[in-house]
T-cell receptor
Framework: KAGVTQTPRYLIKTRGQQVTLSCSPISGHRSVSWYQQTPGQGLQFLFEYFSETQRNKGNFPGRFSGRQFSNSRSEMNVSTLELGDSALYLC?????????????FGSGTQLSVL | AQSVTQLDSQVPVFEEAPVELRCNYSSSVSVYLFWYVQYPNQGLQLLLKYLSGSTLVKGINGFEAEFNKSQTSFHLRKPSVHISDTAEYFCAVSESNYQLIWGAGTKLIIKP
């Protein structure tokens, strides 16, 4: 069974641009969540989708948005990039949206904003 | 508000020595507790989790953790570490609303 796939692996953008990151969950998983990881800060929750509906959202500005498609694949978009958006963006999938569910993570997309 | 504190940003330890990685959380309600590990250049994977029942939880790769409700702690332990345990370890807490709150991580550095 294929794991969680995130594309692209690396991205370099300049301030003011926008970017779209993609996540393909494990087959059969209907929940996808997104996290921002920066050194020393741990993981910050961005949002979670289940069956194409956003169920939870973290404390990020409106420049960060996402969506989920009918096949459970998810995309995350960041508009008007800022230097502080440089981070590793991780996607995780799980069978359901229950709090006790095990998360399966992708290897992440490393975004650098210059 | 819920928060998770991992008291050590780095823990150096000699190979085959025991290790404890500390995690404390703040919450006034029942929680689910998790430890995840991130090996270099890889995504995170679940080591173990506490949902209910026995306070001593055993996970993969010889790790175990003990839930202490009175001290709101969930420390991770291993009796003998190997070079392959070099990684960053994250503690996370979840209430019933699904959203996981993560600690800042602890880097385990194994000295030969």
């Amino acid at each position: 069974k294929a794991g969680v796939t995130q594309t692209p692996r690396y991205l370099i953008k300049t301030r003011g641009q926008q970017v779209t990151l993609s996540c393909s969950p494990i087959s059969g998983h209907r929940s996808v969540s997104w996290y921002q990881q920066t050194p020393g800060q741990g993981l910050q929750f961005l949002f979670e989708y289940f069956s194409e509906t956003q169920r939870n959202k973290g404390n990020f500005p409106g420049r960060f948005s996402g969506r989920q498609f009918s096949n459970s694949r998810s995309e995350m978009n960041v508009s008007t990039l800022e230097l502080g958006d440089s981070a590793l963006y991780l996607c995780a999938s799980s069978l359901s949206h229950r709090a006790e569910e095990k998360l399966f993570f992708g290897s992440g997309t490393q975004l650098s904003v210059l | 508000a819920q928060s998770v504190t991992q008291l050590d940003s780095q823990v150096p330890v000699f190979e085959e020595a025991p290790v404890e990685l500390r995690c404390n959380y703040s919450s006034s309600v029942s929680v689910y507790l998790f430890w995840y590990v991130q090996y270099p250049n890889q995504g995170l994977q679940l080591l173990l989790k506490y949902l209910s029942g026995s306070t001593l939880v055993k996970g993969i790769n010889g790790f175990e953790a003990e839930f202490n409700k009175s001290q709101t702690s969930f420390h991770l332990r291993k009796p003998s570490v190997h070079i392959s345990d070099t990684a960053e370890y994250f503690c996370a807490v979840s209430e019933s609303n699904y959203q996981l709150i993560w600690g800042a991580g602890t880097k385990l550095i194994i000295k030969p």
